[in-house]
């Protein structure tokens, strides 16, 4: 069974800070990596992805793929207290026919202190 | 604006009712998606389409049926043989290798 995992949280940092998310993943096959943003009550929304190992930035957001690692993060600057969220990692599968279909994480809960 | 519409918000279900959730999209995707989302709770994935015409189970498809007639709409049935249907059920669209689109999400209750 392919898995992503997260930390559900709560991760609480002040205003202004960075905030650090990490997922990991088992399938070593996988190519394609995307980080969502869910408020309560609300469907998610596609915030990053990232591709080739290394560093992608996007305004205050950075995802970080390590393949060789099988992790993936997303970091936060100057977070306000509107990033409070849930943020999903989402993997794809490996198999050819099947790539399409994506593996995700519970989530990991984020709240941001004015 | 393409995008993808769910629909209704709500819905309420009576025991033993079956229930069909719509959802259509203009973004010319050619794979769809329905998902089940329980309080507190991750992804779950119920049904699954790439092609017009076919549709695969995902992980909690008893109790569910869809079809796929026509490459804008992707509707979901919640039979009476689904016994704990209150969630909130997503529908989201792709093409190869991208990330999915969702829509807004059609929360149901049984009442």
């Known amino acids: 069974q392919k898995e992503v995992e997260q930390n559900s949280g709560p991760l609480s940092v002040p205003e202004g800070a960075i905030a650090s998310l990490n997922c990991t993943y088992s399938?070593?096959?996988?190519?394609?990596f995307f980080w969502y943003r869910q408020y309560s009550g609300k469907s998610p929304e596609l915030i990053m992805f990232?591709?080739s190992n290394g560093d992608k930035e996007d305004g205050r957001f950075t995802a970080q793929l390590n393949k060789a690692s099988q992790y993936v993060s997303l970091l936060i600057r100057d977070s306000q207290p509107s990033d409070s969220a849930t943020y999903l990692c989402a993997v794809s599968g490996s198999n050819a026919g099947n790539n399409r279909k994506l593996i995700w994480g519970l989530g990991t809960s984020l709240a941001v202190n004015p | 604006d393409g995008g993808i519409t769910q629909s209704p918000k709500y819905l309420f279900r009576k025991e033993g009712q079956n229930v069909t959730l719509s959802c259509e999209q203009n973004?010319?995707?050619?794979?769809m998606y329905w998902y089940r989302q329980d309080p507190g709770q991750g992804l779950r994935l119920i049904y699954y389409?790439?092609?017009?015409?076919?549709?695969q189970k995902g992980d909690i498809a008893e109790g569910y049926s869809v079809s796929r007639e026509k490459k804008e709409s992707f509707p979901l049935t919640v039979t009476s043989a689904q016994k704990n249907p209150t969630a909130f059920y997503l529908c989201?669209?792709?093409?190869?290798?991208?990330?999915?689109?969702f829509g807004s999400g059609t929360r149901l209750t049984v009442v």
């Open positions: 399938d070593r096959g996988s190519q394609s």
């Open positions: 990232i591709y």
């Open positions: 989201a669209s792709s093409r190869q290798g991208n990330g999915y689109t």
């Open positions: 973004l010319n995707h050619d794979a």
């Open positions: 389409s790439q092609i017009v015409n076919d549709f």
